[in-house]
DNA sequence: ACGAAATAGACAAATAATGTCAGTTATGTC
DNA sequence: GACATAACTGACATTATTTGTCTATTTCGT
């Protein structure tokens, strides 16, 4: 049994991990079986079970790891990015992806994003948490440098991006893609620096 | 019960297709349950068992449902049409919509597309039978008037043009579209009456 | 208010999913 | 190559879900 938290870069793991994503977005949560993430995985039920104790497991452990996800792809494109407009893209960029389209467009979407985050919002707060760091510290780096001015601290600027996102996060995930552009638009005008 | 094949217009057989289709699009013939189908209908599940005998049952009348539709809308569409190109066009129009979009670009298309429709071949073969014929006296009026030439009989090549719709109805639904309007063309240039 | 038709609650039988274990196969070590 | 260890699978009992039906209740037209 591998430790769930600690995602030891196990490819058996990620591929458990990409697998769930498939088949929940494809059947929703509660009509997906562990028959059905094992047979996507490659592998026996009874394998499954030893890297999970359950379906609800494999759940909390797919939250984790999509954050962790997101959050070091974040913090990789914010690395190179020094403008505010740039930075905004990339976070639009990590925030959006493949992964989001599927379970967004699914007809499931509304189970996954809904009930199954809300069940296991411990997960959820502590990864909000890293994506609030990583963008404040970004933030807080272009208020330092003179590229942008905030209307309150990096981390309650972070919070407030965030949460905007997370308010456009809805289907269907082109118009989401859009939202976040105009976005965009919207938020470079008001962070660039004042002259 | 009511004649599964009749569809006296009651309004509550129409509403449970409709909800069938939802749901089996959601979550695939196997995985939907009758108080899925029930649910959506708005009604309980032992109403539901007053119109179907049980699942295969509502997935039967739905095909056949289905071609009924199609048909009528093909026919109407034709009806009004006396160009080989705005023809093509209405069959087109006749053979896609939101209800074919809903299934195909679901992750269940294959499931019920494929096995589905192979396991009711007979209503299947009656469906298609009833297609070629209103699009075969359409046919042989365009050649009577002048307005076209075909390849071989008109039935023949009513049957060689649903083929090839057939042959193209693959998702994603936005792909299919495109072809269809390919195949508009194509078709159009070698339907058209040799001066 | 009456009778007929439709509907929902509830039940037993059938089917599917779960979690576990013993037996087998693969993996790395000496 | 033989050994020990780890990972995997088939099979099983248990639990949960789904099914089809039957009866009591409600709804509707008369």
């Known amino acids: ?85 740039g930075g905004l893209r990339a976070i639009f960029g990590a925030l959006s992806g493949p992964m989001i389209e599927a379970v967004l467009d699914s007809p499931h979407g509304e189970e996954i994003f809904g009930e199954g985050l809300s069940e296991n919002a411990d997960i959820c707060s502590q990864g909000e948490a890293a994506k609030v760091t990583v963008l404040a510290r970004w933030l807080q780096e272009r208020l330092d440098a003179g590229q942008a001015s905030l209307p309150s601290s990096a981390e309650d600027t972070a919070r407030l991006i965030l949460a905007l996102i997370a308010g456009i996060k809805k289907p269907p995930y082109a118009e989401y893609v859009r939202r976040c552009d105009q976005l965009t638009s919207l938020l470079a005008l008001g962070l660039s620096p004042r002259r």
């Open 1 to 85: 049994m591998v430790d769930a938290k600690g995602f030891s870069s196990d490819p058996r793991q990620e591929k458990i991990m990409a697998a769930a994503v498939t088949v929940f977005a494809a059947y929703g949560y509660r009509r997906t079986s562990m028959e059905d993430i094992a047979k996507a995985a490659g592998m026996s039920r009874p394998a499954l079970y030893q890297y999970f104790r359950n379906k609800q497991d494999v759940f909390r452990s797919l939250i984790a790891w999509f954050y962790k996800a997101v959050t070091e792809q974040l913090e990789q494109a914010l690395a190179q990015e020094h403008t505010v407009d």
